[in-house]
């Protein structure tokens, strides 16, 4: 049986200024701890391999506020277009940029300038050149039609109350045949509509 969705009444604006204020602070404070994991420890709980996170600038590591592991589901290919939905500090944006090389682009979109920030001087720490870092929304994505080999995220659709105009973003961006390879929460009963309408459950 298939129930209807009813939407979140939680106000977009007022949510995404929460969700930039705390990610804001995990760019800027990763030290002061956050009611999930972080950095280097986290990515060891989800399976990346050491060698691929100390390939990564300090300063990325510490900030990797992840749900799981994108690249699980394969690596990428050399000169592919890669786009990370909410690339955080970059921590899988520059795993993406190191495997699809020089030939290959990564568009990353982040709604927190302070994330996109760090993704940016990770990049340069790495001498990658072929990492664009964009200020936009999930909903929203910077991005032609048809234009992406491949989707990454890691994270963040759980953080995005019209998950479907996420989902046809991912659609409208992708070339024909692409693949999406995210990691995310999810829950498998219904969340009663008072916690979908709880600004404070989204933003923690
Ligand atoms: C849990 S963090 C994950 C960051 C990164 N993917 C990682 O694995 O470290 C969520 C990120 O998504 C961004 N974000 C949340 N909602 C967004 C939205 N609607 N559009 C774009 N970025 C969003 C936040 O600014 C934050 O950097």
Not at 4 to 25: F, G, M, T
Not at 31 to 43: M, N, S
Not at 89 to 108: K, N, S
Request: aromatic content about 6%; charged content about 25%.
């Amino acid at each position: 049986m298939v129930s209807e969705v009813i939407a979140s009444k939680v106000d977009r604006e007022q949510l995404r200024d929460q969700i930039q204020a705390k990610y804001c602070d995990v760019a800027k404070k990763p030290e002061q701890g956050f009611h999930f994991h972080t950095g280097r420890r986290l990515a060891a709980m989800l399976e990346y391999p050491a060698a691929d996170v100390d390939a990564l600038p300090e300063s990325t590591i510490e900030s990797f506020a992840g749900t799981g592991n994108p690249f699980l589901f394969g690596k990428l290919h050399d000169g592919e277009t890669v786009l990370d939905i909410g690339c955080g500090a970059g921590f899988d944006t520059l795993q993406a940029a190191q495997q699809v090389g020089p030939t290959g682009h990564v568009v990353a979109v982040d709604m927190t300038d302070a994330m996109l920030e760090k993704t940016r001087l990770g990049a340069d720490a790495l001498g990658l050149t072929n990492v664009d870092a964009k200020l936009g929304y999930a909903e929203e994505l910077p991005a032609e039609d048809g234009s992406v080999d491949v989707v990454i995220s890691n994270g963040v659709i759980n953080l995005c109350p019209d998950k479907m105009a996420v989902m046809q973003e991912v659609h409208r961006v992708l070339k024909p045949g692409g693949r999406f390879q995210i990691a995310d929460i999810i829950v498998q009963k219904p969340v009663d509509q008072d916690a979908k309408d709880d600004i404070d459950l989204w933003s923690g």
